[in-house]
């Protein structure tokens, strides 16, 4: 089965930083994603970690354990407009799409 | 470049009801994965449609399902509407059956069973 772990809920101070932290146990792996989804949205893409080790893009970090089921989503210097849900999903398998999602942590970042 | 898009925003129905629900992907994208959001929650995995097949399916009864077209789009059904099918359905879309790691997401439909 598949099992996606993280944190229901964080607060955060503007131009802080941020680290949330997923655990994972599926079936097969074929990459990790983090995802941003504002109330009422679609969920935008992040970062996409396949190897072990650190994936930055711009405010944005995401890093990956294979062996050890984890991966985290650093957010650095912090904006009131990063105030979402961040998902955790991966991809179990080798073809396909299908992707399993954490439940999502919602991040409020405040002045 | 038109993203993904869904109709209609928001529906609601009774229970007992049938609904079919629509997407279009992004230009160029040829496969589309059908995901349920209930509030609060993350995505859970519906089904995937590449080549008009369903090539995919998570753990949803036969109540749910889908259709692609020719030209990609994509329609999922619903059938004797519970309460509990009360969520945002997002359609995402993607190119080449899963071979791309990238999906983009729909705005959704907001489904509201009474």
């Known amino acids: 089965g598949q099992n996606i772990d993280q944190p229901t809920e964080m607060t955060a101070t503007e131009g802080a930083i941020v680290q949330i932290n997923c655990t994972y146990q599926?079936?097969?792996?074929?990459?990790l994603f983090w995802y941003q989804q504002h109330a009422g949205e679609a969920p935008t893409f992040l970062s996409y970690?396949?190897?072990?080790g650190l994936e930055e893009k711009g405010r944005f970090s995401s890093f990956l354990s294979r062996s050890k089921g984890y991966s985290y989503l650093l957010l650095k210097e912090l904006q009131m407009k990063d105030s979402a849900s961040y998902l955790c999903?991966?991809?179990?398998?080798?073809?396909?799409?299908?992707?399993?999602f954490g439940g999502g942590t919602r991040v409020l970042v405040k002045p | 470049d038109a993203g993904v898009t869904q109709s209609p925003t928001h529906l609601i129905k009774t229970r007992g009801q049938q609904v079919t629900l629509r997407c279009s992907p992004k230009?160029?994208?040829?496969?589309v994965s059908w995901y349920q959001q209930a509030l609060g929650q993350g995505p859970q995995f519906i089904f995937q449609?590449?080549?008009?097949?369903?090539?995919q399916r998570g753990n949803f009864p036969d109540r749910f399902s889908g259709h692609q077209f020719p030209n990609y789009s994509s329609e999922l059904n619903v059938n004797a509407l519970l309460l509990g099918d009360s969520a945002l359905y997002l359609c995402?879309?993607?190119?080449?059956?899963?071979?791309?790691?990238?999906?983009?997401f729909g705005p959704g439909t907001r489904l509201t069973v009474t």
């Open positions: 995402a879309s993607s190119l080449g059956g899963g071979l791309a790691y990238e999906q983009y």
């Open positions: 599926t079936s097969g792996f074929n990459g």
């Open positions: 970690n396949v190897l072990d």
């Open positions: 999903a991966v991809r179990g398998e080798a073809a396909g799409n299908k992707l399993t």
């Open positions: 230009s160029g994208h040829d496969t």
């Open positions: 449609y590449y080549e008009e097949e369903e090539r």
